[in-house]
T-cell receptor, first 113, second 116 residues
Framework: NAGVTQTPKFQVLKTGQSMTLQCAQD?????MYWYRQDPGMGLRLIYYSASEGTTDKGEVPNGYNVSRLNKREFSLRLESAAPSQTSVYFCASSSRGREEKLFFGSGTQLSVL | AQKITQTQPGMFVQEKEAVTLDCTYDTSDPSYGLFWYKQPSSGEMIFLIYQGSYDQQNATEGRYSLNFQKARKSANLVISASQLGDSAMYFCAMREGRSSASKIIFGSGTRLSIRP
């Protein structure tokens, strides 16, 4: 079971460059999320998507855009990277019902120089 | 607006002792869900336990139990008989609302260190 797959695992950007973080899940989940985690801190929600074609802002959306391409894929784009966006990025999807759970990808370590 | 608070930045506990990690939340929605996750030094996020706001009994999963006190808006994680492998960051999280459109937010975490 692949679960939630994120690519790339590591990325170094220069200030002003753009990039897209890819995320895909194979569990048929409706809801997907993007979080960032700065060193020694908790996870902060960037954007989330309740279903294909819908996205909503989270706690820290500035500087990011997202696309819910289909039910499986939810991508995060940095249009003009800034050093403040240096962080670990996690993608997640959630099951609902009695056994509610958030499934995480392995994370992307992004450094912006 | 929903809010999750973990007031213990770090804790040291002797091996085999029980430990309680605090979590308080704030929401005006009667329907919500509470989660606990473990993050070891490897960085992966490991699901521990889930409690729904309408669940009558406290959730349990092996050595983990959730002490859910609805009136006090607290959802503390209890780890019984701690082990060296329990040393990690622990995060409390909340989903507010019944809808699948609900966002899930996390607290700032507690770093737990188990002493041999």
């Amino acid at each position: 079971n692949a679960g939630v797959t994120q690519t790339p695992k590591f990325q170094v950007l220069k200030t002003g460059q753009s990039m897209t973080l890819q995320c895909a899940q194979d569990m048929n989940h409706n809801s997907m999320y993007w979080y960032r985690q700065d060193p020694g801190m908790g996870l902060r929600l960037i954007y989330y998507s309740a279903s294909e074609g819908t996205t909503d802002k989270g706690e820290v959306p500035n500087g990011y855009n997202v696309s819910r391409l289909n039910k499986r894929e939810f991508s995060l784009r940095l249009e003009s990277a800034a050093p403040s966006q240096t962080s670990v990025y996690f993608c997640a999807s959630s099951s609902r019902g009695r056994e509610e759970k958030l499934f995480f990808g392995s994370g992307t370590q992004l450094s912006v120089l | 607006a929903q809010k999750i608070t973990q007031t213990q930045p770090g804790m040291f506990v002797q091996e085999k002792e029980a430990v309680t990690l605090d979590c308080t939340y704030d929401t005006s929605d009667p329907s919500y869900g509470l989660f606990w996750y473990k993050q070891p030094s490897s960085g992966e996020m490991i699901f521990l336990i889930y409690q729904g706001s309408y669940d009558q009994q406290n959730a349990t999963e092996g050595r983990y139990s959730l002490n859910f006190q609805k009136a006090r808006k607290s959802a503390n994680l209890v780890i019984s008989a701690s082990q060296l492998g329990d040393s990690a960051m622990y995060f409390c999280a909340m989903r507010e609302g019944r809808s699948s459109a609900s966002k899930i937010i996390f607290g700032s975490g507690t770093r737990l260190s188990i002493r041999p």
